[in-house]
């Protein structure tokens, strides 16, 4: 519309402390009208911050589901993670009885193993790992004794999945 703004940023590194203190600072020193939140643990961090002091975040990429109706100030630009587990429990319904799933325990993938878990109708068999794992020997052959038909990747992270996906390979899983 014409009027100049100014950007601030801060770097709340998808972490709860640091983008609490980034927000603070944002709306306390730099006097910002709108906050974005780039993930969920930022997004989550920053609303009663922004509740507190009227400040309208954005919530960009952020899918955790607690997000939704959270404060009337926290606005996502982006679904949830229920809404993708349920789009995908419904694809899966539609061709599989029995339904693995291997899930990296970070926000993310945690989100949207429960919402796959909330709407798959079949059997399913489920295995965590931690962030940072990088042998999925174990977990993989654990998963497949189940005789899952179908085998969820549910990582984190590129490597783990990459890693995931040739022990499966290895094991002959098809």
Known sequence: MGRPFEVYYEDGKC???????????????????????????????????SNQNKITTIALWATNPQLSGISKYVFRNSYSDDDSGR????????????????????????????????????????????????????IVTKTLANSPEVVFVNANAQIEAVAILKQLELLRYK
């Open 87 to 138: 789009i995908l429990a419904e694809a899966v319904n539609a061709k599989y009885k029995t339904a693995a799933i291997i899930t990296g325990l970070a926000g993310y993938p945690v989100g949207l193993r429960d919402g796959f878990k909330k709407y798959y109708t079949g059997k399913i068999y489920t295995e965590d790992y931690q962030p940072g794992t990088t042998d999925f020997k174990t």
């Open 15 to 49: 972490a709860e402390k640091d983008a609490s203190t980034s927000a603070q600072k944002l709306i306390s020193i730099d006097k910002v009208d709108v906050l974005f939140a780039v993930c969920g643990a930022e997004a989550l961090a920053v609303a009663p911050i």
